[in-house]
């Protein structure tokens, strides 16, 4: 069973099992908790729901193994020819590492 979720401005795709990296939530390691904005779910045997905007009665369980880690570095440079303007900075996004435990729909 596949499920379409939303969260932190995103939608991703995810199956029982799968480890995804989602933007920064507040918990805590080990923690469960339910994303219950479900945009669409998808069954093997072409079981189809869509929810306008979100499925009701649908739920995806999922497990905290990483609550902050940071992306790699985006660097940032900003340039203006013959100004003598020049301006470097970076931005490390902040991430939670969670895996799906189950899908109810």
Not at 31 to 38: H, L
Not at 78 to 83: E, F, G, N, Q, R
Request: charged share 40%; hydrophobic share 35%.
């Amino acid at each position: 069973m596949y499920a379409v979720i939303k969260t932190g401005g995103k939608q991703y795709k995810v199956k029982e099992g799968d480890i995804l990296d989602v933007e920064k939530l507040d918990k805590k390691e080990g923690d469960s908790f339910e994303f219950e904005d479900v945009l669409l779910t998808f069954d093997d045997q072409s079981k189809f729901e869509l929810g306008i905007p979100t499925l009701s009665k649908a739920s995806v369980k999922v497990k905290v193994l990483d609550p902050v880690f940071k992306a790699e570095k985006v660097v940032i440079v900003k340039y203006k020819a013959k100004k003598r303007y020049r301006r470097k900075t970076g931005h490390r996004q902040k991430y939670t590492r969670v895996q799906v435990e189950k899908i109810t729909a």
